[in-house]
């Protein structure tokens, strides 16, 4: 119950204590994924990692474990993490390809209703023609479907252009 950390404390220990707190031992993302790859390669490395698939783990999760504690151990900062994610999780399936072990990607591909596709169709549409008129006082309709039923016409207005601003002067 008392083993939690008192608040603050972090502010009284040393600086640079810690791994990630110094500047990383791999500045370039070439050689970063370079390292992730030899470290990879090795027998004992791939048995790990095809254990963890095996065990339900998904390629997602493990590349993030792996990119993770190479931050924490100050290897490579995580902006290069970010870069190299791709690539490493590319080739973690590929060693699960050449194992022939099923695996999870761990990438949901959730499938979207047509009702929320059509609406956000339409919500862009009726947002350009709002931006049209806003920019040249017209307005495009022609983007929209035709109505089924007919709808009646309304008599067109003329629109008066009046002076508008701080500096424009009213009329009498």
């Given at each position: 119950m008392f083993s939690a950390p008192i608040p603050g404390q972090s502010l009284?220990?040393?600086?640079?204590?810690?791994?990630?707190e110094n500047p990383p031992q791999i500045s370039s993302p070439e050689d970063a994924l370079m390292w992730h790859i030899d470290r990879l390669t090795k027998k004992d490395k791939v048995k790990a990692a095809i254990t963890m698939l095996q065990l339900g783990i998904d390629v997602v999760t493990l590349t993030e474990g792996i990119l993770r504690a190479a931050v924490a151990e100050g290897?490579?900062?995580?902006?290069?993490?970010?870069?190299?994610a791709p690539i490493v999780h590319e080739f973690i399936k590929n060693i699960?390809?050449?194992?022939n072990?099923?695996?999870?990607?761990?990438?949901?591909?959730e499938e979207v209703p047509q009702e929320d596709i059509d609406y956000a169709i339409q919500s862009?549409?009726?947002?350009?023609?709002?931006?049209?008129?806003?920019?040249k006082g017209e307005v495009d309709l022609s983007t929209l479907e035709e109505p089924t039923e007919e709808t009646p016409e309304m008599p067109e207005e003329t629109i008066e252009d009046k002076p508008m601003g701080l500096m424009s002067r009213r009329n009498m």
């Open positions: 009284t220990s040393e600086p640079k204590n810690s791994p990630w290897r490579h900062t995580i902006d290069i993490s970010l870069i190299i699960a390809e050449e194992a072990i099923d695996y999870e990607e761990g990438i949901d591909e862009r549409k009726a947002s350009k023609i709002l931006d049209d008129m806003e920019d």
